[in-house]
Nanobody
Framework: QVQLAESGGGSVQTGGSLRLSCAAS??????LGWFRQAPGKEREGVAT????????YYADSVKGRFTLSKDSVKNTLFLQMNNLKPEDTAMYYC??????????????????WGQGTQVTVSS
């Protein structure tokens, strides 16, 4: 059973940075990524990656500000978030899905989820 545990959320001011971590029990046959959901809004993909990290996908709203990385030895996924904006405020979830070629992008359905970690950005 896939288990995902997020950490690293918090409150920062506009322009600040946070680093989210996700400890994953996944194998090297899973896509991993981060999604977020703000109050009153639908959940949206933030960044996802293939099992080996060869391909990474970002939402347009975070390109150039967020960086996804993975420690394959520790099987931990990171999301470095820089230049945070109030519109980044949301619950951030780590997610996984079984890998199929070409199937790790943001628009694919992820079916394993962590509990989430709150990110709040104040102006």
């Amino acid at each position: 059973q896939v288990q995902l545990a997020e950490s690293g959320g918090g409150s920062v001011q506009t322009g600040g940075s946070l680093r989210l971590s996700c400890a994953a029990s996944t194998t090297n046959a899973h896509c991993l990524g981060w999604f977020r959901q703000a109050p009153g809004k639908e959940r949206e993909g933030v960044a996802t990656t293939t099992p080996t990290g060869t391909s990474t996908y970002y939402a347009d709203s975070v390109k150039g500000r967020f960086t996804l990385s993975k420690d394959s030895v520790k099987n931990t996924l990171f999301l470095q978030m820089n230049n945070l904006k109030p519109e980044d405020t949301a619950m951030y979830y780590c997610a996984a899905r079984a890998y199929v070629p070409g199937g790790c992008a943001l628009n694919y359905k992820y079916n394993h989820w962590g509990q989430g970690t709150q990110v709040t950005v104040s102006s």
